[in-house]
Protein backbone atom coordinates (compact mmCIF):
# COMPACT_ATOMS: atom_id res chain seq x y z
CA UNK A 1 0.00 0.00 0.00
CA UNK A 2 1.46 3.24 -0.54
CA UNK A 3 0.88 6.26 1.13
CA UNK A 4 2.98 9.26 2.35
CA UNK A 5 3.00 12.60 4.38
CA UNK A 6 5.85 15.64 3.75
CA UNK A 7 8.75 15.37 5.46
CA UNK A 8 12.59 16.97 4.93
CA UNK A 9 14.96 15.37 3.03
CA UNK A 10 17.58 13.12 4.93
CA UNK A 11 21.40 13.65 4.18
CA UNK A 12 22.89 12.04 1.47
CA UNK A 13 25.66 11.06 4.34
CA UNK A 14 23.57 10.05 7.03
CA UNK A 15 21.99 7.83 4.46
CA UNK A 16 25.52 6.13 3.91
CA UNK A 17 26.10 5.89 7.40
CA UNK A 18 22.73 3.79 7.77
CA UNK A 19 23.13 1.52 5.29
CA UNK A 20 26.90 0.45 7.11
CA UNK A 21 25.05 0.47 10.33
CA UNK A 22 22.03 -1.96 9.24
CA UNK A 23 23.45 -5.21 8.53
CA UNK A 24 21.51 -8.00 7.50
CA UNK A 25 22.77 -10.44 10.01
CA UNK A 26 20.74 -7.74 12.37
CA UNK A 27 17.64 -9.19 10.00
CA UNK A 28 18.11 -12.66 10.25
CA UNK A 29 15.32 -14.01 12.65
CA UNK A 30 12.89 -11.34 11.89
CA UNK A 31 12.88 -12.04 7.91
CA UNK A 32 12.99 -15.77 8.48
CA UNK A 33 10.03 -15.97 10.80
CA UNK A 34 7.75 -14.07 8.08
CA UNK A 35 5.59 -16.86 7.09
CA UNK A 36 6.36 -15.91 3.10
CA UNK A 37 9.97 -15.75 3.74
CA UNK A 38 9.76 -19.52 5.18
CA UNK A 39 7.90 -20.37 2.58
CA UNK A 40 10.28 -19.47 -0.28
CA UNK A 41 13.33 -20.45 2.44
CA UNK A 42 11.44 -23.82 2.38
CA UNK A 43 11.28 -23.88 -1.52
CA UNK A 44 14.93 -23.75 -2.05
CA UNK A 45 15.35 -19.69 -1.82
CA UNK A 46 18.77 -19.11 -0.18
CA UNK A 47 19.06 -15.67 1.87
CA UNK A 48 22.26 -13.64 1.02
CA UNK A 49 24.36 -12.67 3.90
CA UNK A 50 25.69 -8.74 4.11
CA UNK A 51 23.68 -7.21 1.37
CA UNK A 52 21.64 -4.15 3.16
CA UNK A 53 17.87 -5.37 2.52
CA UNK A 54 16.96 -8.45 2.62
CA UNK A 55 17.74 -10.53 -0.83
CA UNK A 56 16.62 -13.99 -1.54
CA UNK A 57 17.59 -16.31 -4.43
CA UNK A 58 16.53 -19.09 -6.21
CA UNK A 59 18.96 -20.16 -9.59
CA UNK A 60 16.93 -21.93 -12.26
CA UNK A 61 17.98 -25.77 -13.85
CA UNK A 62 18.79 -26.48 -17.08
CA UNK A 63 19.34 -23.33 -19.91
CA UNK A 64 16.64 -21.40 -18.09
CA UNK A 65 19.72 -20.86 -14.88
CA UNK A 66 20.30 -17.93 -16.77
CA UNK A 67 17.70 -16.27 -17.42
CA UNK A 68 16.55 -14.18 -14.20
CA UNK A 69 13.70 -12.25 -12.89
CA UNK A 70 14.01 -10.06 -10.04
CA UNK A 71 11.36 -9.16 -8.07
CA UNK A 72 11.85 -5.44 -6.00
CA UNK A 73 9.24 -4.93 -3.13
CA UNK A 74 6.40 -2.38 -2.67
CA UNK A 75 6.28 0.18 0.25
CA UNK A 76 5.61 -2.62 2.63
CA UNK A 77 3.04 -1.90 5.66
CA UNK A 78 0.08 0.00 5.38
CA UNK A 79 -0.04 3.62 6.70
CA UNK A 80 -1.78 4.35 10.24
CA UNK A 81 -4.42 6.99 10.88
CA UNK A 82 -5.92 6.95 7.18
CA UNK A 83 -2.80 7.15 5.50
CA UNK A 84 -1.31 10.36 7.85
CA UNK A 85 1.30 8.22 9.81
CA UNK A 86 3.28 5.84 8.47
CA UNK A 87 3.85 2.81 10.62
CA UNK A 88 6.46 1.40 12.96
CA UNK A 89 7.66 -0.96 11.19
CA UNK A 90 7.85 -1.13 7.32
CA UNK A 91 7.98 -4.91 7.00
CA UNK A 92 4.91 -6.10 4.70
CA UNK A 93 2.87 -8.05 6.00
CA UNK A 94 0.91 -9.46 2.77
CA UNK A 95 3.77 -9.01 0.56
CA UNK A 96 2.83 -9.79 -3.71
CA UNK A 97 6.29 -10.17 -4.56
CA UNK A 98 7.23 -12.62 -2.23
CA UNK A 99 4.14 -14.17 -3.55
CA UNK A 100 5.05 -13.75 -7.00
CA UNK A 101 8.50 -15.15 -6.14
CA UNK A 102 6.88 -18.32 -4.54
CA UNK A 103 4.08 -18.79 -7.83
CA UNK A 104 7.48 -18.90 -10.15
CA UNK A 105 9.30 -21.11 -8.12
CA UNK A 106 6.46 -23.57 -8.35
CA UNK A 107 6.15 -22.74 -12.14
CA UNK A 108 9.25 -22.27 -14.44
CA UNK A 109 13.23 -23.27 -13.84
CA UNK A 110 13.93 -19.45 -14.20
CA UNK A 111 16.31 -18.04 -11.97
CA UNK A 112 14.63 -15.76 -9.40
CA UNK A 113 15.70 -12.95 -6.95
CA UNK A 114 13.80 -11.49 -3.99
CA UNK A 115 14.84 -7.82 -2.65
CA UNK A 116 13.28 -5.86 0.01
CA UNK A 117 13.20 -2.22 0.63
CA UNK A 118 15.41 -0.40 3.29
CA UNK A 119 14.64 -1.35 6.68
CA UNK A 120 11.77 -3.82 6.18
CA UNK A 121 12.76 -7.12 7.93
CA UNK A 122 14.59 -6.39 10.45
CA UNK A 123 14.79 -7.18 13.96
CA UNK A 124 13.91 -4.09 16.93
CA UNK A 125 17.66 -3.30 16.85
CA UNK A 126 17.93 -2.88 13.64
CA UNK A 127 15.36 -1.06 12.78
CA UNK A 128 15.53 1.06 15.74
CA UNK A 129 18.82 2.13 13.57
CA UNK A 130 16.69 3.29 10.97
CA UNK A 131 15.16 6.77 10.00
CA UNK A 132 10.79 6.55 9.49
CA UNK A 133 12.19 8.89 6.42
CA UNK A 134 13.66 6.21 4.46
CA UNK A 135 9.90 4.31 4.54
CA UNK A 136 8.01 7.32 4.05
CA UNK A 137 9.00 11.13 2.39
CA UNK A 138 12.40 9.64 1.09
CA UNK A 139 11.47 6.15 -0.07
CA UNK A 140 11.84 7.01 -3.32
CA UNK A 141 14.80 9.10 -3.31
CA UNK A 142 18.16 8.31 -4.95
CA UNK A 143 19.69 7.52 -2.14
CA UNK A 144 16.81 4.40 -1.34
CA UNK A 145 17.13 3.44 -4.77
CA UNK A 146 20.88 2.91 -4.44
CA UNK A 147 20.75 0.84 -1.74
CA UNK A 148 18.42 -1.05 -3.43
CA UNK A 149 20.73 -1.55 -5.84
CA UNK A 150 23.59 -2.58 -4.07
CA UNK A 151 21.43 -5.79 -3.15
CA UNK A 152 20.67 -6.59 -6.67
CA UNK A 153 24.20 -6.08 -7.86
CA UNK A 154 25.36 -8.51 -4.61
CA UNK A 155 22.33 -11.10 -5.49
CA UNK A 156 23.46 -11.17 -9.16
CA UNK A 157 26.96 -11.77 -8.72
CA UNK A 158 26.04 -14.83 -6.13
CA UNK A 159 23.98 -15.87 -9.22
CA UNK A 160 26.67 -15.48 -11.97
CA UNK A 161 28.98 -17.58 -9.72
CA UNK A 162 26.38 -20.36 -9.71
CA UNK A 163 24.61 -20.43 -12.92
CA UNK A 164 27.73 -18.94 -14.87
CA UNK A 165 26.80 -16.00 -17.85
CA UNK A 166 23.27 -14.78 -17.24
CA UNK A 167 21.47 -14.33 -20.17
CA UNK A 168 18.62 -11.30 -19.48
CA UNK A 169 17.48 -9.99 -16.36
CA UNK A 170 13.88 -9.03 -15.85
CA UNK A 171 12.48 -6.54 -13.41
CA UNK A 172 9.54 -6.88 -11.77
CA UNK A 173 7.88 -4.02 -9.54
CA UNK A 174 5.08 -3.89 -7.42
CA UNK A 175 3.16 -0.36 -6.19
CA UNK A 176 6.25 1.54 -5.18
CA UNK A 177 8.27 -1.27 -6.09
CA UNK A 178 7.81 -0.51 -9.65
CA UNK A 179 8.89 3.34 -9.18
CA UNK A 180 12.68 2.06 -7.98
CA UNK A 181 12.51 -0.36 -10.47
CA UNK A 182 12.58 2.57 -13.28
CA UNK A 183 15.48 4.44 -11.67
CA UNK A 184 17.49 1.02 -11.42
CA UNK A 185 16.65 -0.11 -14.30
CA UNK A 186 17.57 3.14 -16.03
CA UNK A 187 21.30 3.12 -14.32
CA UNK A 188 21.77 -0.42 -15.83
CA UNK A 189 20.89 1.02 -18.73
CA UNK A 190 23.35 3.65 -19.08
CA UNK A 191 25.93 1.48 -17.81
CA UNK A 192 25.93 -0.89 -20.36
CA UNK A 193 24.76 -3.79 -17.48
CA UNK A 194 22.08 -6.75 -18.67
CA UNK A 195 18.71 -5.59 -18.56
CA UNK A 196 15.42 -6.69 -20.97
CA UNK A 197 12.45 -5.50 -19.44
CA UNK A 198 10.93 -3.76 -16.16
CA UNK A 199 7.10 -5.03 -15.84
CA UNK A 200 5.58 -2.00 -13.32
CA UNK A 201 2.57 -3.48 -11.46
CA UNK A 202 0.01 -1.23 -9.77
CA UNK A 203 2.82 0.82 -9.60
CA UNK A 204 2.22 5.21 -9.45
CA UNK A 205 4.29 5.04 -12.27
CA UNK A 206 3.60 9.04 -12.58
CA UNK A 207 3.59 9.92 -9.13
CA UNK A 208 3.50 13.37 -9.75
CA UNK A 209 -0.13 13.18 -11.07
CA UNK A 210 -0.89 10.32 -8.53
CA UNK A 211 0.19 12.49 -5.47
CA UNK A 212 -1.92 15.69 -7.02
CA UNK A 213 -4.81 13.00 -7.60
CA UNK A 214 -4.79 11.90 -4.52
CA UNK A 215 -4.02 15.40 -2.55
CA UNK A 216 -1.06 13.82 -1.24
CA UNK A 217 2.11 15.99 -0.32
CA UNK A 218 4.82 16.52 -2.45
CA UNK A 219 7.14 13.39 -2.42
CA UNK A 220 10.89 14.15 -3.96
CA UNK A 221 11.58 11.26 -6.60
CA UNK A 222 15.05 12.55 -7.92
CA UNK A 223 16.05 11.52 -11.35
CA UNK A 224 12.54 9.70 -12.02
CA UNK A 225 11.61 11.40 -14.65
CA UNK A 226 14.80 11.26 -17.08
CA UNK A 227 15.18 7.68 -16.10
CA UNK A 228 11.64 7.26 -16.80
CA UNK A 229 11.74 8.98 -20.28
CA UNK A 230 15.15 6.58 -21.12
CA UNK A 231 12.67 3.79 -20.87
CA UNK A 232 10.10 4.48 -22.47
CA UNK A 233 12.90 5.84 -25.59
CA UNK A 234 13.75 2.25 -25.54
CA UNK A 235 10.46 0.57 -25.29
CA UNK A 236 11.49 -1.37 -22.00
CA UNK A 237 8.80 -0.67 -19.65
CA UNK A 238 5.46 -2.81 -19.86
CA UNK A 239 2.84 -0.89 -17.08
CA UNK A 240 0.02 -3.38 -15.88
CA UNK A 241 -2.60 -1.30 -13.68
CA UNK A 242 -5.66 -3.25 -11.57
CA UNK A 243 -8.97 -1.94 -13.21
CA UNK A 244 -10.87 -2.30 -9.21
CA UNK A 245 -7.52 -0.83 -7.81
CA UNK A 246 -8.75 2.47 -6.41
CA UNK A 247 -4.94 3.31 -4.87
CA UNK A 248 -3.58 3.39 -7.90
CA UNK A 249 -5.56 4.28 -11.39
CA UNK A 250 -4.79 4.43 -15.10
CA UNK A 251 -5.91 8.57 -14.12
CA UNK A 252 -2.80 8.45 -12.28
CA UNK A 253 -1.44 8.80 -15.73
CA UNK A 254 -1.02 12.24 -16.86
CA UNK A 255 -2.76 12.95 -20.49
CA UNK A 256 0.54 14.12 -21.57
CA UNK A 257 2.19 10.77 -21.48
CA UNK A 258 0.64 9.46 -24.24
CA UNK A 259 2.92 6.72 -24.68
CA UNK A 260 2.57 5.56 -21.00
CA UNK A 261 -1.37 5.56 -21.44
CA UNK A 262 -1.51 3.80 -24.86
CA UNK A 263 0.36 1.23 -23.71
CA UNK A 264 -0.58 1.01 -19.69
CA UNK A 265 -2.52 -2.44 -19.50
CA UNK A 266 -6.01 -2.32 -17.86
CA UNK A 267 -6.23 -6.12 -15.25
CA UNK A 268 -10.09 -6.65 -15.04
CA UNK A 269 -11.25 -7.65 -11.42
CA UNK A 270 -7.73 -6.89 -10.04
CA UNK A 271 -7.09 -4.50 -7.15
CA UNK A 272 -3.85 -3.26 -5.21
CA UNK A 273 -2.80 -6.77 -4.68
CA UNK A 274 -5.80 -9.41 -4.97
CA UNK A 275 -6.34 -10.82 -7.99
CA UNK A 276 -2.24 -10.65 -9.46
CA UNK A 277 -1.45 -13.88 -8.62
CA UNK A 278 -3.49 -15.64 -11.05
CA UNK A 279 -2.65 -12.72 -14.05
CA UNK A 280 0.80 -13.49 -13.35
CA UNK A 281 0.28 -17.56 -13.16
CA UNK A 282 -1.94 -17.03 -16.34
CA UNK A 283 -0.68 -13.80 -18.54
CA UNK A 284 2.84 -12.53 -17.17
CA UNK A 285 4.53 -15.49 -15.97
CA UNK A 286 3.97 -17.37 -19.43
CA UNK A 287 4.66 -14.38 -21.06
CA UNK A 288 7.79 -13.78 -19.82
CA UNK A 289 8.65 -17.23 -20.48
CA UNK A 290 8.27 -17.30 -23.72
CA UNK A 291 10.23 -14.16 -24.38
CA UNK A 292 13.53 -14.47 -25.54
CA UNK A 293 16.13 -11.55 -24.71
CA UNK A 294 19.38 -13.47 -24.71
CA UNK A 295 22.71 -11.66 -25.09
CA UNK A 296 24.49 -14.73 -26.05
Known amino acids: MIFLASRRAISHTLALALMTLISSNGCASEAESHPQVKELLDGGFLRLENTPTLTLTRVGENSEAKRVVLFIEGDG ?25 LHSRHQSNLTLIYVS ?20 TERYNDTQASIVETSIS ?48 ASPIDPETWLKNHRLNYLPVGTYYQDLTLLIENELLDVYLGESDRIVRYI ?12 SILVPNVKHISGWSDYWNNTLLPKIKAQKFLTE
Open 77 to 101: ATWRDFGFKPPNDPTPKNSLSLRLA
Open 117 to 136: RPCQFKGQEALAQCSPKQWS
Open 154 to 201: LALKNVAATAGHISDLQIIGHSGGGLLGVKIAANRLRKNQIFSKLYAI
Open 252 to 263: DINTDLVWLRKK
